[in-house]
Each structure stands twice: as C-alpha cells, then as structure tokens.
C-alpha cells in the first residue's frame, strides 16, 4: 500500500477504543511526568515501560509514543513557570519563557507552546509517513555487511555526537555490548559468561536494566536535588491563557521555521530533540524581526524551539521504524518494548506488521489533537500538581518500577540487576557517562554480531566482504568523516586557545 493509504489503514487501527484509550493514557502520563521537576521522558518512560507489556503491542508502542510526545510538553511548562527544564531540550524555552513568565505572559506562553507542539509534532508526521515508507523500501535490499555497517557505524556516530567526550560515550557502549553477549549463544547454544548463575542463561533481561539506569538512578538523582523540591509555581489564570493578536503573529513563522528545522536533526542520530531547539533558537536571533528583545522575554524564543523539539521528537520514528536503530534514549526504550513484546523492527516492519507500523504514525495524529485539547484547559492542573511534594510521589515511582522490572519474568533476580543498574546509572550521571549508548550497546549488540558472523559465513571468512558493497561503503565513509570531523573541530579549538593564551601574554 501507498503512504495515503497506509495513514487511512492506520487511522482506521489508531481510532479504535484500546488505541484512543492508550494514545490518551499516554498522553495525560506524558505531560504529568514532564511536568513533575526533574523527571524526564526517558525516566518516565522507562518507569512506564513494564506496564505496556500488559497491552497489545500497538496500543503499547501508541502509549509510550503519547508518554514521549507529552513529556516534551511538560518539560516546558516548569522551564516557563520556574525556570527549571524539565528535561534538557526545554532548556532554551526557560531562556525566553520564563522572562515572559515574569513580565505576567506565563499563561499566553503556556498557550503558544501547547499550539507550537501541535503544530510542530503535526506536520513532522507527514514527513515521517513519507520519509519512513521510502527509506523502508530502501532497507530491504540491504545485505548482512550492510546491516553490519549501519548498527556498528551508527553506534560510533551515536558515540560521537551524543554529548560529552567519545570515552564517555564508548565505555557505557562497551558495558551494553558485553552485557549483550551474556546467556546462550544462538549457533552452538553454548553459555557465555553466566558464571555458574542459571538466571544468566536467558540473558539480562532489557527491562531491569533501562528502568533501573533511566527511572531508579532518575529518582536517586531527585531526592539529593534540593532546588527542585523547593521550587514553587505561581497560579495560572483561565484569562491569563489567550495570547495578543500580535503573539499569534509573531509564533506563526517561528513554529514553521522550528519544524522544519526539527524535522532535519529529528532524521539524523543524538540527542535530536535538543539540538533542534538550539539550533532553532539560534535561528531566530539570527532571522526573526524581533531578535533584539530575544534572550529577554521575547515569542519567538520559545515559538521556534518547542515547534523544532516536537518535530524533532516525532522525527526520529524515521530511523527507528525503517531501520530498526534506535538513536536516541526513548528509541531504545521503545525498540526495548518492540522486542520483548516478539516484534522485530527493521524495514520489514512496514510489510510483516502494518498494524504496527501505521497504526503508531497514525496514532501521533491523534495524540497531538488530544495534547492540545488536554494541555490548554488543563494547564491549571498541571501547575497544580508543581505543588506535590516529592516525598508523596517518589515512592509510588519506585514500587511501580520494581514491580515492571519483577513481572517480566517474575523473577527477584530482575530485581537485584534493576538495583544494580540503578546504582550504575546512578555514578555515570555524577562521572558525566551517557547512558543512551549503554542501551543501544544491549539491544544491538546480539544485531551486530548476528550481521558479523552471516558476513564472514557468506564469504567464507573473507574481511573484504565487510566492505564490498557500495552502501557498506557509504555508511563507513559517513561513520570515518562524522568521527573525523569531531577530532578536528576540538583540535581547531584547542590550538585557538592556545594562540589566545599567548598573545594575551
């Protein structure tokens, strides 16, 4: 089927009462969780994880999709009110938003950057209809050196520009790969690595490990921030909702310059959603007609760069579902649920599960018409629930994630690994670690070997064959230049300083 007929089939598994049901749990969930300082949409949807499992594959994937498109909504509304992103791509929305917030625009604010994540998540997923059923095609001719190239060299590219130094990003990916390897292995069913422990023999199982670094390590990092706990909002009038005619005005050209921007670095792997809002808010004070006042409380600083994160958000289902490589963090989380749950994604998802497929981007649709109906009337709830203390939530959160990580294999063991990967996730925040390349490592990590041993079965041992293929070729080419042009930009910068350094003596 087409990509129209594929939405209408889509919409038509998207619209019945379990899938709207979930899109809407998903995205009340979403924002409550954006909202509550501190707790992003990786934490919350890791947190979350284990109670999909529960639900139909689709409807569990439409949840977590509502969590992470919601969760970004969220986060802006205590960058606005308290100056505190709720996670890192809203930190530019604090800049400008909370200025406004100041000047008494909070409401008005709140009201643009509900319209803003519409707008933005809204026209990505026409993109993400057409860029995914084409790059799906694509996929398919694609060969085990090919595939090789693609998760080993995506991995790298992840390592690179994820954030931080490439040895914080390489030594979590090397924890996720050997932690991969452990169990039976799928050729000689031969145990690797168990040490005499028979829960080892199935593996680590994915969900103990991303609740524990994301959702425990989230809660542990939470309880030690007193700032957040102090932090109290201001009350939000219905009155104080309704932007001027010239807010209206100026948001126009900002949410279409932010979507499309975001829509760009939604395609490519890292931190996608965070990058975009940067970018665009540096493409405001570079175009807007106001970029004066920017930096000082001025629409277009939070208009630009919460269409851009949403669009970026949505954006980045184009790697995952055609290609099956997760980039980000809530990639993996969700590629995490697609495997456990018995569903491979890759780019015969399209054709072996088209429920699943069309199901998700239709659902996204829908989820952005309920988080714009759910946001703008409810924006005193939410500012509400800023009030909680922590003491009242944390510890439902943790009972929640021990019991995800128990139920997946009823095992106590599960519960020791999700303890324990709490605790790592816990020291790699306060080292500055990424924890994204950890997860990715685990999941593609039995990929990767799988693609490494049907190569050298193919060719009968021969290296070459790794890099026969022209598409081998280019994503090797592409993998070498992006890590390439890392070195050289910090070596630039380095010699730079130094020059600094010895003409101000």
């Known amino acids: 089927m087409n990509s129209l007929e594929g939405l209408i089939y889509g919409l038509g598994i998207a619209m019945t009462p379990a899938n709207l049901l979930a899109a809407f749990a998903g995205a009340f969930a979403g924002t409550a969780i954006g909202v509550l300082p501190g707790l992003g949409p990786v934490a ?23 969590i992470f498109y919601g969760s970004m909504y969220g986060g802006s509304t205590t960058a606005i009110l308290l100056n505190i992103p709720g996670e890192s791509a809203s930190v530019v929305t604090a800049i400008d938003g909370y200025q406004l917030s100041r000047k008494g625009r909070a409401g008005a604010t709140l009201t643009i950057v509900a319209v803003g994540s519409f707008v933005g998540g809204t026209l990505a997923v026409i993109g993400v209809m057409l860029f995914s059923a084409a790059l799906a095609k694509v996929a398919i001719l694609f060969g085990p050196a090919d595939f090789f190239a693609l998760t080993a060299g995506g991995m790298l590219v992840m390592a690179r520009i994820s954030g931080g130094t490439v040895a914080s990003s390489l030594l979590p990916m090397a924890i996720g790969l050997a932690l991969g390897t452990i169990g039976q292995e799928a050729v000689t069913g031969e145990t690797r690595y168990t040490f005499g422990v028979l ?36 009350s939000v009038t219905m009155r104080e909702l309704m932007p001027t005619r010239t807010e209206w005005k100026r948001s126009v050209p900002s949410w279409l310059r932010g979507t499309g921007l975001g829509f760009l670095f939604g395609l490519i792997p890292g931190p996608a959603a965070t990058i975009a809002s940067f970018a665009s808010y540096r493409l405001e004070k570079a175009v807007s007609k106001h970029r004066d006042e920017i930096g000082s409380g001025a629409i277009e600083g939070v208009a630009g760069p919460e269409a851009a994160n949403n669009s970026a958000a949505t954006a980045s289902l184009v790697p995952l579902l055609a290609l099956g490589i997760p980039f980000t963090p809530i990639a993996a989380l969700m590629i995490s649920a697609m495997l456990v749950q018995g569903v491979q994604p890759g780019p015969l998802l399209m054709t072996q599960k088209p429920e699943i497929f069309w199901g998700l981007i239709a659902s996204v649709y829908v989820g952005n018409i309920m988080l714009l109906a759910l946001n703008i009337p409810m924006i005193g709830v939410w500012v509400s629930l800023l009030r909680i203390p922590h003491y009242l939530f944390l510890p439902i959160l943790l009972v929640l994630s021990v019991i995800g990580a128990y139920s997946v294999r009823n095992s106590i063991f599960d519960v020791w690994v999700l303890l324990g990967a709490g605790v790592l996730g816990y020291i790699f925040n306060k080292l500055r670690f990424q924890l994204a390349p950890l997860v990715v490592g685990l999941i593609l ?24 293929s022209p598409i081998a070729i280019t994503v090797w080419v592409i993998a070498i230049a992006i890590m390439l042009a890392g070195y050289l930009a910090r070596r630039r910068a380095s010699v730079a300083s130094a020059m600094a350094q010895e003409s101000s003596l």
């Open 44 to 66: 919350g949807v890791a947190l979350i994880l284990p109670l999909t499992f529960s639900l139909d594959p689709t409807a569990g994937l439409i949840m977590m999709a509502g």
């Open 199 to 234: 829960h080892l023999a199935e593996g680590v199982s994915l969900v103990p490990i991303v609740v524990g670094l994301y959702g425990l390590a989230e809660l542990m990092l939470l309880i030690e921030d007193k700032a957040h706990a102090a932090a109290r909002p201001a």
């Open 445 to 468: 990590g039995p990929n990767i070997e799988k693609h490494f041993r049907e190569t050298l079965f193919l060719s009968q041992g021969d290296l070459w064959a790794f890099v026969e």
